[in-house]
């Protein structure tokens, strides 16, 4: 009796043994949160467990834990959590290397301009002053000044600083000379201003390069130095993903070396530069791809910007009489290179800000994709667009739009464009409606590099100073979930990324932030004061 009793013990024991499964081990486990997952239904959920620097598995902290056993667990204490924010158009190496410029941006007057480049210059002492951010629609005289004020106070150090936008640069004799601009320089694809016979020292669009080639190029410290500080300041805005909209060769090597290190863990989509070393280098090959690094598209300029009157209109501009602005290329030279592309495995990204620019880029587009789906080219910008135009967006042509230039350029750009044509204009849920997706970026350093600006401009369409009270043209306002799914989901798609990226799912890359505020829920006005609290890249907190 007692050996059949004994045998019926361990017959119990074996067979709940085999009925309970053996926990699986795992990294991370995060919960007590609210977790937006943008996936496929938007859904919420309270924990996500990560493994080898993925999201394996989203639901409930119970049924987590049931599962798995973990090295490390963190409460999130109610907070909320998203996806990585990815800037789907910026300048991130640019944005470091203006680290070590003078920054001219929120300046109120030419005046104040000035004092900074005298403060700075005292400060560095450099052989050639070089600075971003000024914008004359923001002085008392909204026109372009003029450089006699630096040729005095700057007689022998040359001096160049770029308009907020970087496309009018103004510059001093010293500079003008080093470059070997003259009255007789040519100006194609842009402008070299003379008034009164005399250069005013303003450059518009391409003209700038000659001055630019003649700054002496930062030393290999200097930019790794730019681009640990670019990475510094993303994390800290929950930037996980930057997309730098047109870097050369040499640049993209540097960011792989860094990348490749394990210093910079940045994840970058290159845009490379339009050059003829960067296409005869890349164009044969196939797209570069690792975990944190993506160079599969070419950059083109179009044209040039609405604030500095160099956007490419079809009829003029609505405030000086008889001027279209420019494109930068012949038309002929863009759909040579966009044939090119198209017959490469690359992507095609054209910056097109007036309506004239984006016609020429949306029909090119149109005629060169037919019968090739999923190439995903990007109009970046696509700042004014015809009515008739709209037609042509889709999931294989993009819009890729920066939602604070819509609030940065309201007060004035009516007054560029007229009543008619600004309907057409900053038109974010039309684009959307037309697509189904649209990319959203800062375009940082022209803008802020706050993702929480862009979420603000998209869902309330005003400034940091509540401008309008009621909204900049509701009508093309994003809701809360459309402007996330920009900054996320979407934007990883216009990367061809969305399977690895964008979303808190299993399998991707455990890409994400920890926020001080629902932003889903806080009262709009509250928005642009959100604070990052952690960042995480592949699961490694790096903020």
């Known amino acids: ?10 017959l119990l024991v074996l067979l709940i043994s085999c009925n309970s499964e053996e926990k699986q081990s795992a990294d991370l486990l995060v919960f007590n949160a609210q977790i937006y997952t943008v996936d496929s239904t938007f859904s919420t959920t309270e924990a996500f467990v990560v493994k080898e620097g993925k999201f394996l598995e989203t639901g409930t902290v119970e049924a987590l834990q049931e599962k798995y056993d973990f090295k490390e667990k963190l409460d999130a204490e ?12 910026a300048h991130f190496y640019r944005m470091g290397l203006q680290q070590q410029k003078v920054d001219l941006t929120g300046t109120n007057s030419f005046k104040e301009v000035l004092d900074r480049i005298v403060v700075f210059q005292k400060e560095r002492n450099v052989n050639f002053i070089t600075g971003r951010g000024w914008d004359q629609n923001d002085w008392e005289v909204k026109e372009f000044p003029s450089k006699e004020k630096l040729d005095s106070l700057f007689p022998n150090t040359p001096v160049a600083i770029t308009r907020i936008d970087g496309h009018a640069l103004l510059v001093n004799q010293a500079a003008l000379d080093k470059a ?8 194609e694809g842009g402008a070299i201003e003379v008034k009164n016979g005399q250069l005013t020292g303003i450059l518009i669009d391409n003209p700038m390069s000659l001055v630019y080639n003649a700054v002496e190029e930062p030393s290999k410290k200097e930019q790794i130095q730019a681009l640990m500080e670019a990475q510094k300041i993303s994390f800290s805005y929950g930037l996980t993903t930057v997309v730098d909209a047109g870097i050369d060769k040499k640049t993209i090597q540097l960011i792989d070396s860094l990348q490749k290190a394990g210093s910079l863990k940045t994840r970058i989509y290159a845009m490379i530069s339009n050059t003829k070393e960067n296409l005869d280098f890349y164009l044969g ?3 570069i791809k690792t975990e944190r690094l993506n160079v599969r598209s070419v950059k083109f300029y179009g044209d040039g910007a609405l604030g500095s009157r160099g956007a490419a209109l079809m009829e003029p501009y609505s405030d000086l009489e008889g001027h279209y602005g420019a494109l930068l290329s012949p038309v002929a030279d863009f759909k040579k290179t966009a044939q090119r592309v198209a ?20 029909k090119t587009y149109d005629e060169l994709l037919k019968g090739k789906e999923d190439r995903r080219w990007r109009v970046e910008h696509a700042q004014v667009i015809d009515p008739a135009d709209f037609k042509y967006f889709s999931k294989n042509i993009i819009p890729s739009v920066q939602p604070t230039h819509a609030t940065s350029d309201m007060y004035w750009a009516e007054d560029r464009l007229g009543a008619d044509r600004i309907k057409g204009a900053y038109a974010f849920k039309k684009l959307l409606d037309q697509a189904g997706i649209v990319a959203l970026g800062t375009d940082f350093p022209v803008e802020e590099v706050s993702p929480f600006y862009t979420f603000y401009a998209s869902t309330a369409r005003k400034d940091l100073k509540n401008y309008p009270e009621g909204g900049y043209r509701m009508e ?26 964008g979303s808190i799912e299993t399998g991707k890359f455990a ?18 004061n959100i604070k ?4 995480y890249v592949n699961g490694e907190k790096v903020y």
């Open 180 to 187: 070997g601009i003259t009255l007789d320089t040519k100006a």
């Open 532 to 535: 990052v609290l952690q960042t």
């Open 78 to 89: 109610g907070k909320t959590i998203l996806p990585g924010f990815i800037d789907a158009h």
């Open 511 to 528: 890409d994400f932030i920890i926020l001080d505020k629902n932003i889903m829920e806080v009262d709009k006005n509250e928005i642009p």
């Open 285 to 287: 090959k196939e797209p």
């Open 476 to 501: 093309q306002a994003l809701s809360r979930e459309e402007t996330l799914k920009g900054m996320t989901i979407w934007a990883a798609y216009a990367n061809f990324e969305e399977e690895e990226k």
């Open 343 to 362: 017959n490469s495995r690359f992507q095609m990204n054209t910056h097109a800000i007036g309506d004239s620019a984006n016609r020429l880029v949306l």
């Open 1 to 10: 009796m007692l050996n059949k009793l004994s045998f019926l013990g361990i």
